[in-house]
């Protein structure tokens, strides 16, 4: 782990560099951890369709439960970035083991009321009787991992703000190895049936979230960082979290309106939303990877007081958000006769999808400018204005989307309600960039 330099570059180029440098390992790390579920799904799915509904449940919980605290890696990004910039590498790994020291407190509070509550957990999710054992099974064994993957969204936050995303990437990519490897051997070797690949995935993150720590106190020792938990600075990583949990619960609560209103559409409706639902996922990726890129260049050139290059980093990301959105647009409309058929052979879902995708497809670069500038503000610390835009474009969002069943016109109206969201949230973060109100300089925000 190395001080990145607190002056900005000279020139465009070097900007592509930097921003490059970090974007593309952010990518694979990003890619990878979805893989963790589809190789569970996979392997799972040779036992029965209980066991792979009883997955589908549990995942679905599991899921919800570590998106919620994603907010462990971007407010430590920004926070440890920031230190960076400054030239202080020992207050910014102190920075990151508060992080670190939250995401176990968070992590064995979310175990203690996990384990008495799966089976009413497992129940509200309306699982049949063949899959509620094995949802119930699936989840009380994961749930014990849950610590070691808050840990990794911290630890992971640490190495970002350090200007480091290729170490997550090689521990994704060893986690995912180990854990097709593990799910193989306790699944069917061992014969453990689905708690194996629970048992697989739980060691997997254990094991990854070990590596991270071995790589944080290395450098802890190197630099003279306290490793003993902080009162205060756990308390003031929590506070600036706060901001980001709103946020994404509000995201979180979009994106379960779209799909609870496609479900009163009909059937095909439903299905081909969950086809261009999977899609946009998808998409959401390869932007959030300049994102976090964003993050981290963004909150060292602050802690750094360097005001003209934080602008003139926005300014290329922007650039670069809107051309990789024009690409994902044109690989989407390019791709969709072999796209679709991959999901369904259904011609009314095809049918129904098909105006959805083009809408996606031509609301990329839109959405490249909002991840963008969502990253840029996320790595400013500016956390409460990212909470309030958000809950105003869940206020704009909510009506027009419920209007849609009355209004009519099906999927493509509701994923028109989709691109509006964006363009709500394009608009708020814009109007905020402009303002030059989130360039707060120094070593804390």
């Known amino acids: 782990m190395t001080q990145a330099p607190a002056r900005h570059p000279s020139g465009r180029r070097q900007h592509d560099r930097e921003i490059i440098a970090l974007a593309v390992p952010a990518f694979g790390a990003l890619v990878a951890e979805p893989l963790f579920l589809m190789a569970d799904t996979a392997i799972v799915g040779h036992l029965g369709t209980a066991q792979l509904a009883g997955l589908g449940v549990a995942s679905a919980l599991l899921m919800t439960a570590v998106s919620v605290f994603v907010f462990l890696a971007y407010a430590t990004t920004a926070a440890v970035a920031r230190r ?5 590498l020992q207050a910014a790994i102190r920075q990151g083991m508060d992080g670190i020291w939250l995401a176990l407190l968070l992590g064995a509070a ?17 699982a049949s009787d063949a899959a509620t054992p094995y949802a119930i099974t699936y989840l009380r064994i994961s749930v014990l991992g849950i610590p070691a993957m808050l840990v990794v969204l911290a630890a992971t936050g640490v190495l970002r703000g350090l200007q480091d995303t290729r170490t997550p990437l090689y521990v994704a990519v060893a986690g995912f190895v180990a854990n097709g490897a593990l799910n193989v051997g306790l699944v069917y070797g061992a014969d453990l049936g ?4 629970a048992w697989g995935t739980v060691i997997a993150q254990c094991g990854m979230a070990a590596v991270y720590l071995v790589v944080v106190l290395r450098g802890a020792r190197k630099h003279g960082a306290s490793l003993r938990p902080d009162a205060a600075g756990i308390r003031a990583s929590a506070q600036a979290g706060v901001p980001l949990l709103v946020r994404t619960l509000s995201l979180r609560a979009v994106l379960m309106i779209a799909t609870a209103v496609a479900a009163r559409l009909g059937d095909a409706d439903i299905a081909a939303h969950q086809i261009i639902l999977s899609l946009w996922n998808l998409l959401a990726f390869a932007l959030d990877a300049i994102a976090i890129a964003g993050q981290a260049i963004i909150g060292r050139y602050l802690g750094a007081g360097d005001t003209q290059g934080a602008r003139e980093a926005c300014r290329r990301m922007v650039e670069w958000g809107i051309a990789v959105g024009v690409v994902l647009g044109v690989l989407v409309v390019l791709a969709r006769p072999a796209f679709l058929p991959l999901f369904t052979s259904d011609p009314a879902v095809k049918d129904m999808a098909l105006p959805a995708l083009i809408i996606v497809a031509l609301s990329q670069p839109i959405s490249g400018i909002v991840f963008v500038l ?7 610390g500016d956390g409460p204005y990212l909470a309030w835009a958000m809950l105003l474009t869940l206020a704009v969002f909510t009506p027009a989307a419920l209007l849609v069943p009355v209004l009519g016109g099906g999927l493509t109206a509701l994923w028109a309600t989709m691109t509006l969201m964006m363009t709500v949230r394009m608009l708020t973060l814009w ?3 402009r303002s030059g109100r989130w360039i707060v300089t120094g070593a804390t925000r």
Do not use: E, K, Q, Y
């Open 431 to 433: 109007l905020r960039t």
């Open 194 to 197: 689905i708690a194996g690949s």
């Open 110 to 126: 979310v175990v203690a009321a996990a384990l008495p509550t799966a089976p009413h957990l497992v129940d509200l999710f309306g």
């Open 374 to 380: 969502d990253g840029v503000l996320m790595g400013a």
């Open 84 to 88: 960076v910039g400054a030239g202080d």
